[in-house]
């Protein structure tokens, strides 16, 4: 195995250098602030379900792989990949109780014949409630700052015919955590947009990964039956915004919705963060 230092070695928005392609820019230490929203099933209270609410505070740790990772091939020859491992912590702002934590990996995949298809990336990663993600998909550089497009929260499915008036007022009339807007509940997003207001975002790297076409979550038996996590959706973008006085910072937002399933309706959970790499 020949050895490299996949650290970034390219000017935002000419990663083409760098044997991690457009996650180059990821390694490193990261933290800010977010919000987290997840409907969940409410049996012990005898009720349907409960809206959770948070402000977190969060950490993610980017580590390179030291060197390219071989895939064998039969039907085409060997191609080589290269990521980073990472760490994601996320704690209720107020309280700085754990509410979330997640290793995984990203991957960049390169171009193949058979099969047919283009680069990629890949986000691989695993959580203690019993769930294990694979995520695939592209990425591009911009110039400027992200667009950022609303993301909605509203539940849907079959289930959604039966509830009754008043079903859904907690996502109308909610305890929000401090920062958090009433208009963030319907469009999460919102709080993204907010955060960069005013700001002269110079570049920006996307990466969208979603488990659907390619990839999927695979959970223990009791969150299949209890509330089933179906899909994956994420944008992540990197951005390389500019100070006043000239000066240059990165800066890390992020949007993913996770689809839970229960009493015959999909619940958007979603989370969003902006952090500073460090």
Same mark, same amino acid.
Do not use: C
């Given at each position: 195995?020949?050895?490299?230092?996949?650290?970034?070695?390219?000017?935002?928005?000419?990663?083409?250098?760098?044997?991690?392609?457009?996650?180059?820019?990821?390694?490193?230490?990261?933290?800010?602030?977010?919000?987290?929203?997840?409907?969940?099933?409410?049996?012990?209270?005898?009720?349907?379900?409960?809206?959770?609410?948070?402000?977190?505070?969060?950490?993610?740790?980017?580590?390179?792989?030291?060197?390219?990772?071989?895939?064998?091939?039969?039907?085409?020859?060997?191609?080589?990949?290269?990521?980073?491992?990472?760490?994601?912590?996320?704690?209720?702002?107020?309280?700085?109780?754990?509410?979330?934590?997640?290793?995984?990996?990203? !991957?960049?995949?390169?171009?193949?014949?058979?099969?047919?298809? /283009? *680069?990629? +990336?890949?986000?691989? #990663?695993?959580? %203690?409630? $019993?769930?294990?993600? !694979?995520?695939?998909?592209?990425?591009?550089?911009?110039?400027? /700052? *992200?667009? +950022?497009?609303?993301? #909605?929260?509203? %539940?849907? $499915?079959?289930?959604?015919?039966?509830?009754?008036?008043?079903?859904?007022?907690?996502?109308?009339?909610?305890?929000?955590?401090?920062?958090?807007?009433?208009?963030?509940?319907?469009?999460?997003?919102?709080?993204?947009?907010?955060?960069?207001?005013?700001?002269?975002?110079?570049?920006?790297?996307?990466?969208?990964?979603?488990?659907?076409?390619?990839?999927?979550?695979?959970?223990?038996?009791?969150?299949?039956?209890?509330?089933?996590?179906?899909?994956?959706?994420?944008?992540?973008?990197?951005?390389?915004?500019?100070?006043?006085?000239?000066?240059?910072?990165?800066?890390?937002?992020?949007?993913?919705?996770?689809?839970?399933?229960?009493?015959?309706?999909?619940?958007?959970?979603?989370?969003?963060?902006?952090?500073?790499?460090?």
């Amino acid at each position: 195995m020949t050895l490299y230092s996949p650290r970034r070695v390219a000017a935002p928005g000419n990663l083409s250098s760098s044997p991690l392609g457009p996650l180059a820019e990821l390694e490193g230490s990261w933290s800010g602030r977010g919000f987290n929203l997840i409907a969940v099933p409410n049996k012990q209270h005898n009720a349907a379900f409960r809206l959770m609410l948070n402000a977190t505070a969060e950490r993610i740790q980017f580590n390179a792989i030291g060197g390219p990772v071989p895939n064998r091939g039969s039907a085409q020859g060997d191609i080589d990949i290269f990521g980073l491992t990472y760490l994601q912590q996320v704690n209720d702002a107020p309280t700085m109780e754990g509410l979330h934590i997640e290793p995984g990996i990203w !991957l960049n995949v390169p171009a193949t014949t058979d099969p047919k298809a /283009g *680069p990629s +990336i890949v986000r691989q #990663s695993t959580i %203690p409630h $019993g769930d294990s993600l !694979l995520a695939q998909g592209t990425s591009l550089v911009v110039a400027g /700052g *992200p667009h +950022i497009s609303p993301v #909605s929260s509203k %539940p849907t $499915g079959p289930g959604m015919a039966h509830a009754p008036l008043g079903y859904l007022d907690p996502y109308l009339h909610s305890n929000l955590p401090p920062g958090m807007k009433q208009s963030y509940v319907a469009d999460m997003n919102e709080a993204l947009r907010d955060a960069i207001h005013g700001q002269n975002i110079i570049s920006t790297t996307v990466l969208s990964v979603a488990s659907i076409p390619v990839g999927g979550i695979v959970n223990i038996p009791f969150v299949t039956v209890n509330a089933n996590a179906t899909k994956l959706e994420a944008i992540f973008w990197i951005e390389t915004v500019e100070r006043p006085d000239g000066t240059q910072f990165m800066q890390l937002q992020y949007t993913q919705t996770v689809i839970l399933n229960f009493l015959n309706i999909d619940w958007p959970h979603i989370s969003v963060g902006t952090l500073i790499r460090t």
